[in-house]
């Protein structure tokens, strides 16, 4: 496909449709392209462990969590880190906090500014347990998410994360938090005008269903009845595996995935992992995509594909073992054709999906953010432990640029107006 232009971005072909609900309208997911939104930094957490020191190169059992290093020139100081990572310039590097109004507000402005439809905000499992350390700064953000979103014209919806759930684990627990936080923190958020909607009902994604090793399909199915029990019965997205489409019973689906599946809205294969290259992604787009779209016709339920920018999660994944320092690594990125190539197959009519997600819009901790991070000239000379850099030269908002344009070109395939003022 062609990259998209200024001049297509301004061919507006239809008025997106909207759904009432409460007396409020709500965007509909129909031809959107979301970005997942972590939200988890908060202090040193997920860039640098252990989070009770101040980072810098590791020494003995200390470990840098990301492979980028964030580009924070948008934040105000209170909203930034300190870390004892000297810059190629000699000044000292700085991660963000995630729990900052400033760092939400600059992030809507950014989808703002590069006309990107919206996020789905992940809420992991652990996270929605008050009792959790992070509970309190994670509804914070959900709240300032609605905030920003409604004021710059964004749209949003929450992805639960259950991929840590297990055949062992205990319903009468993990059932009544889920239960409580779905009814005290989610509901709320449905009379929202930024909330993302889908044939009347408010979008809920839950990650994690049709894993090996994972919860089950009646585990996964409890999940959503236990939502429904509230009196608000979602429009169900199911995260899974992108090898799904092999778990079809009775021979390969010893989990009763399947039927979780098929009683599902929209299916939504992880596709982060599957391709790391324009190569992989043509054998994953014929072989998993159009296949796994055909397939989720067939069941009568919609089909999501999800994308990534490029991932490097070397120092998140590093064994610790191996000892240090741990040289600089290669770019998984292909100088961001490889999101151009991904984006310009999954928006197309050959393949048009009923949405289209990216991972991830702030994931530092395995490098597929389309955030802006430092250039590969900027970085710290010391190879301890090594870190990725966006091309040298290259506008570090390139990527949210990018987004920005396949996301126009995505609801003109669908004969919409792109949602951005």
Known sequence: MVRPTPALAAAALSAVSSVVSADVNHATLEGMTVWGYQGWYTGNWKWFSPAEVIAGPPTGDQRVLTDYIPYVADYPEECREPTNFVLADGSTANWYYSNCSAVVEKHFQYMQKYKIDGVFVQRFDGAANPNDQYYEAGVQVLQWVRQYAEQYGKYFAVEYDYSGLKPSSDPSTYLSILKDDFTKTVKPLFDSPSYIYQDGKPVIEIYGGGFDNGGTGPQFQSLFDTMASTGVTPWKILGVPWTWQQQQPPANDPNQNWDLFQSVDCIQPWGVGSYNSASDFANYYKNALKTGKATADSLGIKFSPVIHAGTENSNAAFNKSSGVPKGAFGQGRANSTLLQYSLGNV??????????????????TEGSQILPA??????????????????????????????GQWTAEFHRTWGQQPLSP
């Open 374 to 403: 430092l250039s590969w000239n900027e970085l710290p000379p010391n190879p301890n432990p090594g870190f990725a850099g966006y091309d040298d030269g290259a506008d570090p908002y390139v990527y949210l640029d990018i987004a």
């Open 347 to 364: 928006t197309s009519a050959d393949l048009k999906p009923h949405f289209v997600f990216g991972a991830m819009f702030d994931e530092y």
